[in-house]
């Protein structure tokens, strides 16, 4: 029988690893640094076989003419980045090798459980997967299933939705006969502005949604996760907060329990999620 072994949520902000290596570089990204390190060390104990990782694409593989709400990626290995963000971040090309037979029986198994996945043989990863594999998995050895997710572009898929589509996933995974040792990584925000008049305030965004936030996690709390991230709510807090639903989704996959280790870190700048669940 398949296992997790391991829930991971973390920041995918495509900035931080060029920030990271600057000599005058924040003095809060020491704290940032010893979280992702702290998380690097739970995927490395874990030992997974494969990672499940959930992001969502920023407009490059995907526009309004073709914007699935939830997709999953079914080749033997991705290529990634696209040049803008080669360009503006810095970030690295690289190969991750994938598992075809598991975004498969993924898929199907989401069928038999009322999601219906779109899927893709030609897909290319941006930084909502590099980021996150830079720092928790630098060697990118690992084998991946990438789901991306809709959070960008309205009209989006409702917040109780994202919370379903996680609950299948684990459901899938739960009655695979295969004895692969599966991990999650799922990247997100807590409040954000990008291209906003708030882009790059060395502070949070709105402390009073970042505290819900992790709080509704940290408490499995669903129902007031969905209350509070009405579309509304969450542009008020950030014109990207959004991108927060893919926790929700990181909720359903860990069926709403509590986890071993919850935190929106204050470090100088917008609120930086770091979320974790230990073997279940």
């Given at each position: 029988?398949a ?16 920030l ?53 990626g ?9 040049y ?49 594999m ?12 990438p ?30 006969s ?8 799922v ?37 007031g996760?969905?209350e ?18 893919n ?15 919850a ?18």
């Amino acid at each position: 029988m398949a296992r997790i072994v391991t829930i991971i949520g973390i920041t995918h902000n495509p900035f931080m690893p060029r920030l990271f290596k600057q000599p005058n570089r924040p003095p809060g990204c020491a704290k940032v640094i010893e979280r992702i390190e702290m998380m690097r060390e739970k995927l490395r104990q874990a030992k997974p076989d494969v990672l499940i990782a959930i992001g969502n694409d920023h407009l490059h593989q995907f526009f309004m003419d073709n914007m699935p709400a939830f997709m999953i990626g079914k080749m033997d290995a991705y290529d990634g980045t696209f040049y803008d963000e080669i360009r503006e971040f810095g970030l690295p090309t690289l190969r991750i090798p994938g598992d075809p037979e598991l975004s498969d029986a993924i898929m199907e198994g989401a069928f038999d459980r009322g999601v219906d996945f779109a899927y893709s043989n030609e897909l290319t990863i941006d930084h909502s997967i590099i980021v996150p594999m830079t720092f928790v998995r630098p060697e990118m050895d690992i084998p991946i299933v990438p789901i991306l997710t809709n959070c960008i572009a309205p009209p989006l898929p409702r917040p109780k939705r994202f919370y379903e589509v996680g609950k299948a996933i684990r459901a899938a995974i739960d009655s695979l006969s295969t004895n692969k040792r599966i991990g999650v990584l799922v990247s997100g925000h807590l409040s954000l502005e990008v291209g906003g008049p708030k882009q790059f305030e060395r502070k949070l965004m709105d402390p009073d949604f970042d505290a819900s936030a992790v709080g509704w996690i940290a408490n499995g709390d669903i129902n007031g996760a969905v209350e509070g991230c009405t579309p509304e709510k969450m542009m008020k807090a950030g014109n990207m907060t959004t991108g927060y639903l893919n926790f929700l989704m990181m909720m359903g996959v860990a069926n709403a329990s509590k986890p071993s280790y919850a935190e929106g870190l204050d470090a100088g700048f917008p609120a930086v999620p770091f979320f974790s669940w230990d073997a279940s």
